[in-house]
């Protein structure tokens, strides 16, 4: 995927505050339907509403996110819409090739650790699991990115 306005990784991420990171966990899980008869696959134990904003961040600040499979045997490829991101570790080890990426595979009981400088396109997107039959059972959210006040 090609960085925006041509920069390095460390100049895109030190140009958004890359030392005051702000951190935000997001895991998957899941449950059986109400009338038992399905699954309902879950980011942070919350179905998709599509009308609910689950995830808030300013636009300009570079975030870490901890993306954390905890289904014992479903892979989930982790799909982040309109701004790339980079694997900065994988299980607390640092990652030996950092690559712009928009989708990454989230093995089972792993545990990503990925860096989002959110550098242009204030407004609503997604995230959610690029499985379609899990995206379909409710593995996504909702992200505003909100321009900065003050």
């Known amino acids: 995927m090609k960085l925006h306005n041509g920069n390095t990784a460390d100049q895109v991420f030190a140009g958004l505050g890359g030392a005051n990171l702000v951190l935000k966990d997001f895991a998957s899980g899941s449950r059986p339907e109400a009338d ?9 134990g919350q179905p ?4 609910h904003v689950n995830t808030r961040v300013t636009l300009g600040v570079s975030e870490d996110w901890l993306i954390v499979n905890g289904d014992p045997r479903l892979d989930h490829p982790f799909k982040l819409h309109v701004n790339s991101f980079q694997v900065i570790s ?6 030996p090739q ?4 928009d989708t990454v ?4 009981g792993e545990e990503l650790r990925l860096r989002v400088a959110f550098r242009d396109f204030p407004g609503r997107t997604v995230y959610h699991c690029h499985n ?3 995206q379909d059972l409710g ?3 909702v992200l505003q990115i909100e321009e900065r006040t003050g």
């Open 48 to 51: 998709f509403v599509h009308d």
């Open 36 to 44: 038992g008869m399905g699954m309902v696959l879950l980011i942070n």
């Open 139 to 141: 593995m996504m959210g």
């Open 132 to 134: 379609l039959d899990h």
């Open 90 to 95: 994988r299980n607390g080890h640092p990652e």
């Open 98 to 101: 950092r690559q712009w990426k």
């Open 105 to 108: 595979l989230v093995r089972p």
